[in-house]
């Protein structure tokens, strides 16, 4: 009768899969906030129910008055088209986005097209105010 000479082995090690576990964990935190959305708005703080920006339009308001649909710059004569354009490759759901140093009527006239073209369903989003 012949001897073994090696044993098997019967645990598994998984120091290594958890290492490359937790470097994909700090990976995604630090990418996450970056998914948002590729417009830089210094958003209102507002005491409301945090909103899912899920399947649907994100449109944008900078400080400046510019419009985005998504991440791309659209001048407001070609706001409608381009926005029809969006809203056929999703949800009917709009995200509205709009800097906290935008003018008020600026916003409104965004809101209203976005209604006057048919979307009942408009989200207004805003950074969760602190609560001290």
Same mark, same amino acid.
């Given at each position: 009768?012949?001897?073994?000479?090696?044993?098997?082995?019967?645990?598994?090690?998984?120091?290594?899969?958890?290492? $490359?576990?937790?470097?994909?964990?700090?990976?995604?935190?630090?990418?996450?906030?970056?998914?948002?959305?590729?417009?830089?708005?210094?958003?209102?703080?507002?005491?409301?129910?945090?909103?899912?920006?899920?399947?649907?339009?994100?449109?944008?308001?900078?400080?400046?008055?510019?419009?985005?649909?998504?991440?791309?710059?659209?001048?407001?004569?070609?706001?409608?088209?381009?926005?029809?354009?969006?809203?056929?490759?999703?949800?009917?759901? $709009?995200?509205?986005?709009?800097?906290?140093?935008?003018?008020?009527?600026?916003?409104?006239?965004?809101?209203?097209?976005?209604?006057?073209?048919? $979307?009942?369903?408009?989200?207004?989003?805003?950074?969760?105010?602190?609560?001290?």
């Amino acid at each position: 009768m012949k001897r073994e000479r090696y044993g098997s082995l019967a645990e598994i090690n998984i120091t290594s899969l958890v290492d $490359v576990t937790m470097v994909l964990l700090i990976v995604f935190m630090l990418t996450a906030p970056f998914l948002q959305s590729g417009v830089r708005l210094n958003l209102p703080k507002a005491e409301a129910k945090v909103i899912e920006e899920k399947e649907g339009v994100t449109v944008s308001v900078d400080e400046n008055g510019d419009i985005y649909i998504d991440d791309r710059l659209v001048t407001w004569e070609d706001f409608s088209a381009e926005f029809r354009r969006a809203l056929e490759s999703t949800a009917p759901r $709009v995200f509205l986005r709009g800097d906290s140093d935008t003018k008020y009527g600026t916003v409104m006239k965004v809101i209203a097209r976005i209604k006057m073209l048919g $979307v009942e369903d408009l989200g207004l989003i805003a950074q969760q105010e602190d609560k001290n």
